[in-house]
Nanobody, 118 residues
Framework: QVQLVESGGGSVQAGGSLRLSCAAS????????MGWFRQAPGKARQMVAR???????YVDNSVKGRFTISRDNAKNTLFLQMSSLELEDTAIYYC????????????WGQGTQVTVSS
């Protein structure tokens, strides 16, 4: 069973930066696809960025150039560096991972709140 624990959310003024972290465990050293989703109040959950199993990445157009996804394989940790934050980035951010069949997302973290104010 994969477990994901996010950290790093908080409140920041528009134009500021935050870095989210997601520590993963329980995937028995198999290759893993991990990513970040977010859900704003009253809106559907959307994928923000993702590392596929082959190491390639996806970054949503709404955050491209402002958000960077990275990972530390030795520490089994995924990061999301968020810069030039906008009011519209306010949401709960969730870390997600695939399962052994490759189904993504299959596992979720508990979520971390990011609030951007003017």
């Amino acid at each position: 069973q994969v477990q994901l624990v996010e950290s790093g959310g908080g409140s920041v003024q528009a134009g500021g930066s935050l870095r989210l972290s997601c520590a993963a465990s329980g995937y028995a050293n198999r290759s893993i696809s991990m990513g970040w989703f977010r859900q704003a109040p009253g809106k559907a959950r959307q994928m923000v960025a993702r590392f596929r199993r082959d190491g390639t990445t996806y970054v949503d157009n709404s955050v491209k150039g402002r958000f960077t996804i990275s990972r530390d394989n030795a520490k089994n940790t995924l990061f999301l560096q968020m810069s030039s934050l906008e009011l519209e980035d306010t949401a709960i951010y969730y870390c997600a991972a695939d399962d052994y069949t490759g189904r993504f997302p299959a596992y979720w973290g508990q979520g971390t709140q990011v609030t951007v104010s003017s």
